[in-house]
Nanobody, 116 residues
Framework: QVQLVESGGGLVQPGGSLRLSCAAS????????MGWYRQAPGNQRELVAR???????NYADSVKGRFTISRDNAKNTVYLEMNSLKPEDTAVYYC??????????WGQGTQVTVSS
């Protein structure tokens, strides 16, 4: 059984920074793409950023230049560094990992609130 555990969410003022982490544990053969998604109340879940096994990255236009995704393959962990946070970044953030034939897994979600 594979489990993803997220950490790092919280309350931050506009312009502030947060770093999210998501660590996978269990019987893992290989992790392909790792990604972060978010869902605000009343909205659909949307892609924030993703990183391939080779290190290639994609970002939503709304976070380009402010957010950085990275991964540590030795630790089966993906990170999301979030800078210059805005109130519209407020959402529940979920990590997702594609494990090939083992399937896709999601984290439980972590709340990020940007407010003064």
């Amino acid at each position: 059984q594979v489990q993803l555990v997220e950490s790092g969410g919280g309350l931050v003022q506009p312009g502030g920074s947060l770093r999210l982490s998501c660590a996978a544990s269990g019987s893992i053969f290989r992790i392909n793409t790792m990604g972060w998604y978010r869902q605000a109340p009343g909205n659909q879940r949307e892609l924030v950023a993703r990183i391939s096994s080779g290190g290639g990255t994609n970002y939503a236009d709304s976070v380009k230049g402010r957010f950085t995704i990275s991964r540590d393959n030795a630790k089966n962990t993906v990170y999301l560094e979030m800078n210059s946070l805005k109130p519209e970044d407020t959402a529940v953030y979920y990590c997702r990992m594609a494990l090939g034939i083992q399937g896709d897994y999601w984290g439980q979600g972590t709340q990020v609130t940007v407010s003064s």
